[in-house]
């Protein structure tokens, strides 16, 4: 074997190892993203299924009703959710409720499901200090048309200006972006 044929055997054997090690670790980042994705969706989960109950109660007892049902529960159940160093929240490009304005971190990302509309799948980012932001659309169904469709009825339409004078979360049609939900975790081991 000449100098040569060995110096190219080690090169290979090299670039080898170096790929190899680029893979795993490729793999092993993607694995970790995934797992903070899914304890990420799992977390957001009760959120949703509360806000889905309030509504639902509310609406049963009448739209104006329910109204101010949202306007009680959605932020104490946002509330109830965000401890540990975990933070819930719903937020829209058009909002009804000012203080439901966006963290930073959501602001592009909720830009970007604008600007591809057929994207639905929900991301996950990260964010300093090892905490995780995951996003997820909220897309509007008929159910939603009665406070955020258009027209509304006069008595819902005289509800929502009362309490929200600067809504602008009406005139959405079915299918279409009404925002997302975010959701912010800390870093494993730092809490549940
Ligand atoms: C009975 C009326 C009513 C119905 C029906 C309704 N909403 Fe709302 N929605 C509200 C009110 C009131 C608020 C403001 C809550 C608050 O003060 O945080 C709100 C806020 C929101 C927000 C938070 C962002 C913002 O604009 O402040 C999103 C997102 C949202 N609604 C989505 C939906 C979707 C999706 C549906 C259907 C599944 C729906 N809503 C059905 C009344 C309603």
Redesign the pocket.
Known sequence: MTAVTIRLMIFAMRTTTTLILSFVLLVTAATAQQMSQDRAAKTLMPFKKAL?QA?LD??AKG?????????VH??EI?EGLSHDGIRVG???H???????RSPDWVRPILEDYLANQSDRIPRSVPLPEGRTGYVEP????S??????GDPLAEN?SAE?KR??PE???VGFEVGEL????WLELPATGDAS
Request: one cysteine or more; glycine letters at 4%.
């Open positions: 889905k509504l509310g609406l739209p104006v009703e329910a109204i101010s049902a949202c306007q959605a932020p946002a719903r937020t829209s058009r909002l009804r409720n000012p203080e439901n909220i897309v509007m169904q159910l939603c048309l009665t406070c955020h819902v929502i309490l929200y809504d602008e979360a009404r925002g997302v939900f």
